[in-house]
């Protein structure tokens, strides 16, 4: 059974910071992308960041670039996700998700695993 477990989420002024983290459990993921995606109300789920296992190659979305980091440690089998200058519109649930596939996939059909999600709040 693979378990995943977001924390770090919570409350933050507009152009605050915040550490996401996903803990892994349950299986060896030195094969799997890890991905975050967020759900906002009313919105479709969307990719935000994801990390190659393997090779540690990053992908984001455009409107997080150069304000968002995604990496992980291997030997605690956990990804981070670093967000810097919060917006209001980053405002949503950020879920971690794995896949063990040869890309990272940035559409939750590609994610065979997923945690249970943690609240991301920016005030303005």
């Known amino acids: 059974q693979v378990q995943l477990v977001e924390s770090g989420g919570g409350l933050v002024q507009a152009g605050g910071s915040l550490r996401l983290s996903c803990a892994a459990s349950?299986?060896?993921?030195?094969?799997?992308?890890m991905a975050w995606f967020r759900q906002a109300p009313g919105k479709e789920r969307e990719f935000v960041a994801g990390i190659s296992w393997i090779g540690g190659s990053t992908y984001y979305r455009d409107s997080v670039k150069g304000r968002v980091t995604v990496s992980r440690d291997k030997a605690e089998n956990t990804v981070y996700l670093q967000m810097n200058s919060l917006k209001p519109e980053d405002t949503a649930v950020y879920y971690c998700?794995?896949?063990?596939?040869?890309?990272?996939?940035?559409?939750?059909?590609?994610?065979?695993?997923w945690g249970q999600g943690t609240q991301v709040t920016v005030s303005s």
């Open positions: 349950g299986r060896t993921f030195s094969s799997y992308n």
């Open positions: 998700a794995a896949a063990q596939r040869m890309v990272v996939g940035t559409t939750p059909t590609e994610y065979h695993y």
